[in-house]
C-alpha cells in the first residue's frame, strides 16, 4: 500500500494545478519546496507509464526512495543497470544512460506516456525528449531559464505554475532564513578572476576560480571563518569545483 503522504498546502496549489489540464506543463519550484515529494504523489495518481528523468545519481536514489515508500513500482535505470523490467509502470532513469541507449535503440523502452523532468532547465533532457513527441511533459526547476539565447524551454513547455517563492516558504514558516557569510579578496586576488565568455551572466571561469579559491591558504581561511561562525551549525559551503569541495571535506 505505502505511506500517505500529506502533501504541504503550498504543494497542493500545484498539484491542483497540474490535474487542471493534460498540457505540457514547467513547474517553478523553489529549492526546499519539496520536488520530489510533490511529483512522487502527482506520478501515483498518473495513468499510464511514467518515466522520471534526472541527471544525477542522488536524485535517482531520492526519487526511487519516495516512490517506495508511497508503494509505487518503479524500475530505476542507469550506467550499472543492464536488465529492465519493462512491466514496471515506472522507469526512473539517469538522462545520459537514456540518451545513449535510446540513440542505439529507439525503441527502448516502448511506449511512454508521462515525462517527468527534474532540473528541467537543463538542455541535455531534450536529447531523449524529442524521441516522445506525444508525452505529456512536466518538468521541474528552481531556475525556468535557458543560458543559451539559441535555447527556450517554451519548445518544451505550454504553460508554466509558479510555485510559491523563497521569501514566502521562509515568511510562511516552512524553510528557515538563510545566514551568508563571504570571505572577502583583495585585490590581487580579485584581479586574477576571468569572466567567461559563454555565460551572458557575468559568471568567471571554473579555471580562474579554482585559482583563486582551490588551495590550502585559502580554504584553512574558510575553515577558521567557519568555526568563528557557523561551529556546530548545519552550514553549506560553495565550492567552485568537485575538486574544491573533496578539499574542503578533506
Known amino acids: 500500500m505505502g ?5 504541504r498546502d503550498y504543494q497542493q496549489e500545484v498539484f491542483d494545478e497540474l490535474q487542471k489540464t493534460d498540457e505540457n506543463t514547467l513547474v517553478q519550484a523553489a529549492t526546499g519546496f519539496g520536488k520530489t515529494a510533490l511529483f512522487s504523489v502527482f506520478i501515483k495518481n498518473l495513468k499510464g507509464t ?16 519516495m516512490l517506495g515508500l508511497l508503494g509505487v513500482g518503479y524500475q530505476p535505470i542507469n550506467a550499472k543497470i543492464k536488465t529492465v523490467n519493462l512491466n514496471k509502470k515506472v522507469f526512473v532513469s539517469m538522462v545520459g544512460t537514456l540518451a545513449s541507449r535510446k540513440k542505439k535503440n529507439p525503441d527502448y523502452l516502448g511506449q511512454i506516456d508521462n515525462i517527468i523532468i527534474d532540473e528541467a532547465h537543463r538542455s541535455d533532457f531534450d536529447k531523449v525528449i524529442e524521441f ?6 512536466i518538468g521541474f526547476t528552481a531556475t525556468p531559464v535557458r543560458m543559451k539565447k539559441t535555447e527556450c524551454l517554451n519548445d518544451n513547455y505550454d504553460r508554466i505554475i509558479l510555485g510559491r517563492d523563497i521569501h ?3 515568511n510562511d514558516g516552512f524553510l528557515v532564513k538563510d545566514i551568508n557569510y563571504a570571505l572577502k579578496l583583495d585585490k590581487k586576488e ?3 578572476l576571468e569572466r567567461s565568455e ?8 571554473t579555471v580562474s576560480l579554482n585559482k583563486v579559491f582551490n588551495n590550502g591558504q585559502f580554504i584553512k581561511r574558510a575553515y577558521k571563518e567557519y568555526l568563528k561562525y557557523c561551529s556546530g551549525e548545519k552550514t553549506i559551503v560553495f ?7 573533496e578539499k574542503t571535506t578533506a
Open 3 to 7: 505511506l500517505e503522504i500529506v502533501l
Open 50 to 65: 511514467t518515466l522520471v528523468m534526472v541527471h544525477r545519481d542522488e536524485l535517482l536514489v531520492q526519487t526511487c526512495k
Open 132 to 137: 516522445y513527441p506525444n508525452a505529456r511533459k
Open 168 to 170: 514566502q516558504l521562509i
Open 190 to 192: 580579485f584581479a586574477k
Open 198 to 205: 559563454s555565460l551572458g551572466t557575468g559568471g568567471y571561469t
Open 239 to 245: 565550492c567552485c569545483s568537485i575538486d574544491h569541495a
